[in-house]
Structures are given as structure tokens and as C-alpha cells.
């Protein structure tokens, strides 16, 4: 019995300490402002029910004055809580109020009760009844109307009933004895359904204040999560809106990171991205908000130094996190970073576009310079606008007959010959004039186009392919956008198969950045291209976030080497360094290698001597039109007319 007694002391007293937290005592005061004003109503009722059937016997300063008084003050409490119910709790005022009532409890109840027995002396047994009668009811009244506010209703009880029952049980009089016995019963048990009504109110609290907590928190990172971002983004932008400061949002995207969850497994990429959540929130310190907003994307709001100085420094502090490498167990897992800024009111104007800014900071980051800090401006939105208006040209009904392909011969430094053609899409708009493919094919992407247009600019391909002679392969550079989509890649076998083209003679070109998406559905594509026995190659290898891991996981059959590497190429460089070991590479792999982007004869010594084998470039010939292509065949072959051009 004691032990169960200690227990419940002990649990009143937890409930107790919880009364304390500020997210309770918020709760506490949304119930009070519909309960408080009923519980004066009551007060005030039922003093007056009490006074006026005796007024004949009570003093008029104790039957009038006192109950007047005492129903100013109730109404002015009742006003109070009204105006309170209209303006609303919030956390600041909170405790204030909480405090304030506790002490009104004091105050209310020793009056109260003074002021009840100070009328014991007027009347006979049934005036003392109902005088008991008045306090027992209305305490169980006030019980009830405090239950959300415990220690209160603890109070009141306390000093009310106590000074009845030790009036009553001294009376001496057996009837008030048991009257005051049943009421302190009666109190006694309506505290303990009140505590348990407070406790399960509180728990309820709590566990919705925990609730929201885990809505709000990424439980792989411990870090907020998308939905907190964005209300931290809403508050931080209306506080900038309204005190006319800067806010910058950041978007850090992982380089490198999905191919540690294909080759590792979802496991190590959790664990991996917990330590990298740990070291972003170190470097990120001078920002405002660090969030996952999922998968390897992180989300920052800066609110203090949103100078492009102060940016590009916290952008380099991440990225600098990257310089050691991951370890997850005895896995060591090389990253890199690229992060997008944008700026409010600098360059962008609200909410939503201060995001998508940012975004397309990341996306050109991405494309442009992986590892590093792009921070949007000016130029950016003016590449925008220029994109958004070849989004639309992209749309134009004639978009098939404005494009054509110029072809760049690959070399075979062994054959002393062409061996293949790259197509390479150009597009005469009637709206924008002459747009460079490297403008319109990201744009293409991004419009969602990108699929159409591959296929209208494969089957022009495969139609100037199959004028030439059969020893002459067509490489076709893909999107990968298109590796990933499955209709896409069986609508490019349907075109192979009815073009009676032999698939030998077809490779396709990917940069490693498409490999870099979705690896499941770049092995199911590569495995469906290689089935038909097409030549995949990687294109502008090198330039991406290299990784061998796809080199000996892919059906590859060719590299491309990037031409960055071959630009000014001399002995003792790095690049000559590069572009010896990856033909080594490409040859211990039995990958062919194609080196691009050989401009001048000094390169092609160079490269030669390095020992490839195959070369393309302004050097050997510049992209041609397709009926260029037949006259430099005849040419090169030193043939006057080849027996494989079509008869007229
Ligand atoms: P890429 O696939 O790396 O194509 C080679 C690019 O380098 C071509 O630019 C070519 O004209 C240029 N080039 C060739 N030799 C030299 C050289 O010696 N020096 C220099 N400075 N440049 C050289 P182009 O035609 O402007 O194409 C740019 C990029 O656009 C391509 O790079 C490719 O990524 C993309 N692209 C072109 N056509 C298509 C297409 O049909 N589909 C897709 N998805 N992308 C395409
Ligand atoms: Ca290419
Ligand atoms: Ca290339």
C-alpha cells in the first residue's frame, strides 16, 4: 500500500515538474480561456444562490459588499480571459499567465473561504448546511473547471476543504462531522480523476509535441528535414521581406554519392550519409538553417554575411569537407560536393523563386564546375530567359525539319583512315536563328523534349549512315535523360533493326554523368544497346566524377577522352600524364580509345607517340554537313568516284 501511495506521489510530482514546459503550459492556457470564464460564471452564481436566501441574517457588509466586490473582480477575470480567447496564447505571454493564475488560486481561495465561514455565526444548522453545502459544490465545480491546470485545482481544494472539514469535524456536531468527512471523500476522489485526466492531457501533449518533432526531423541525419526547410525558409523570408535584409539559399548536392549506394549498398550509403551530415553541420555553422531535403540533397539558409565573399566562403568550407575521404567500417568512400546559391533581394524577388534560383545555381554547378560554388546572378537569369525561349522554340510543330546533323570523323591513326562519323545536332531555329547544341540539348532536357528530339535526330542519322560504305560506324551521342528512359532506348532498337543498318556499326555516346543516375536502369540499357550488338563509348571521359567502378560494371567498349586533356598537350604536364595513363587503362580493359579534340598537328605527334590509336578533331577535319561527308570519303580514299554512292 505504501509502495503504491510512494508511486503516485511520485508520478503527481513528474506531472508536476511537466507543468513546467512551455509547450504544456501553451496547451493549458488554450483550455483555460473556455473554462476560466464558466468558472467564474459559477463562482458568481452560486454566491449569489447562497447570500440572497439569507439575506435577512447575514450583515450587509458580508451579505452585499463582499459578494459585489468578489463579483467585480470574477467579471473582470471573465473579461480578461475573453479578450485573451480573441488576441491568442503565445509562447512568450505563457508562463506570465500560468504564473498569474497560480497565484489568483492563492488568493481567490483563502478569501473565498474566509469570507464563507466568516458567516457561520449567522444562522442555524440549515444556513451552516448550506454554507458547507456552497463550498463543497462549488470547489467540485472549480475542480472540474481547473482539471487542465492541476497544481491549481490541488490549491484550491487544499485550503477550501481543509478549513471545512477542521471547522466541521471541531464542531462537534455529528451531522457536520460526516458532511465534512463525505466532502473531503468526495474532493478527494474527484483530485484523483482530475490528475489522471491532467497526466493523460499532458502525456498527450508531450507525445504531440514529439510527433511534430519527428515530422520535422530526417531520422537518418538527425538533421531538419524538406518540410522544416521550408518553414524555416517561410519564417526567414517574411522576417527579410519585413526588415529589408538579405537571405541566401543554398543547395549542396553530393558528387559522386549514388554510386556508393549501388556498389556498397543502401547500408554503407546510410552510413555514409549520416558522417556526411555530421561534417556539413560543422562547416555549416555560419549558416542559419542546414536541412536534408532528401536523398543526397542538403538545404541552407543563410541569414548573416550573404555577401557573395561570405557565400563563396561557407560554399568552400563544405566542399573543403570532402578533402579526406568518407570511411564507413573499412570502407573508404571518396565524395565531392557542388553547391548553389541564390540571394533575396539581390537577384531573386520571393519565395519560390529565391529556391529555384538556387536550384539552377546547383544544376549549372553540376554541368559547369562539380566540387565548386556557384553562386546565381544576373547572367544566370539572363541564360533563364534565353532558355525558357528555346524551351518554347524546342515546341514549334517545324522543330523536326529546322534540325540536321553535321558529321566529324573519327581517325584511325593505324588504318591511316576514317573509320566512323560522330553525328553532332544543329538546329537552324526560324524563331532564335543558329542555336549551339550545347545550349539547346540541356534546355531540351529540361523541357522534357529531350527523348523526341533524340529519336527525330537518330533516324535522320541512320538515314545519312546507310549512304555510307558499310566499313564506316555512325557514333551517336545520347542523353541521359534517354538512357533512362526505357520507352526511349526500345523505340532507338525498333529504328536499328528496321534500318537494316548492321548494329555493329552503331555506337552510342554517354558521359559518365548519365551513368551517374539511376545504375539499375543504366546497366538495363547499356545490356539492352550492347545486345544488339552495338559499341557503347564513355564520352568526355575524364571531365566527370570518374569513377572505375562503372568502367568495369558497364558492357563499355570505348573511352573518349576529353579534349581538355589534349589542349596544348606537352610532355611533363599533368594532361600528358592523364592521357597516357587512360590509354593505358583503355588498353589493359581492351576498351577502344578515341582522343578528341586534336587541334593541331603538335598534338597529334604528341598523342600519337603516346600510342592511340584513334584521334577526332578540328586537326583532322572539322564537323561537315552530310553531303560533305561522300566527298571526303572520295577524298581521302584518293578514289574519283566510290562504287558505294547511291546511283542517281
Ligand atoms: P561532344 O559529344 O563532346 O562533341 C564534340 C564537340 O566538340 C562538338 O561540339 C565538336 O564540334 C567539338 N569539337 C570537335 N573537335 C574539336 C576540336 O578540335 N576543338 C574544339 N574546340 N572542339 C571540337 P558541338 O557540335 O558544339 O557539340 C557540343 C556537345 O553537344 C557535344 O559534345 C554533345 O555533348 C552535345 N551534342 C551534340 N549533338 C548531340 C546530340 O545529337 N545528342 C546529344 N544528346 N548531345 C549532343
Ligand atoms: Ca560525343
Ligand atoms: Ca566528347
Redesign the pocket.
Known sequence: MFNVLAQYWGTIRRSFAAADSAALKQAQLRVMIYQLPMMYGLLIINTWGMVLPHEDAIPGWQGVACPVVFTGICVLRVVSWIRRARTGVTAGNAAAIMRNSGRLAWVFSISFTAWSLSLLPYGGAAFKLHVAFYMAITVIGVIFCLMHVIKAAFTVTAIVNGALVVTFLSSGNSVFQAIAIDTSLVSLAMLVVSFTHFKNFSDLVAAQGENKRLANIDSLTNLPNRRAFFASLDKHFDSAQTSGSRLAVGLVDLDGFKSVNDIHGHSVGDHVLAEVASRLATAARGATTLARLGGDEFGIIVTDDCTDTGLSQLGLSICDVFRHPVLAGDISVRLGATIGFSTYPHTSRNKADLFEAADYALYEGKRCSRGTVTIFSETHRNEIIRESRIAQALRSPDLGSELH??F?PIFSLDQQRTVGF?????WQSALLGTV???EF?PAAERSGV?NE??LA?FTK?LACAKQWPAHIGLS????AH?FASEPTVKELAQRILSSGIEPARLDF?I?ETAMANDFDQVQKTADVLRGLGCGLSV??FGTGYSSLSYLCNLPLTRL?I??TFV?GLKKGTTAFTVVRTLLNLSRQMALDCVI????TAAELKTVAALGATLV????CS??MDAPAVAAFLKKEEGVEEPDWLPEN
Open positions: 546533323l553535321a566529324q560522330e553525328a553532332l545536332a544543329r549551339a547544341p550545347g540539348i529531350i528530339l533524340t535526330l542519322a551517336f551521342n545520347l542523353s534517354d555516346e558521359t564520352d568526355d573518349k576529353d579534349r589542349s578528341e579534340g586534336v587541334e577526332q578533331g578540328y586537326y572539322r564537323p
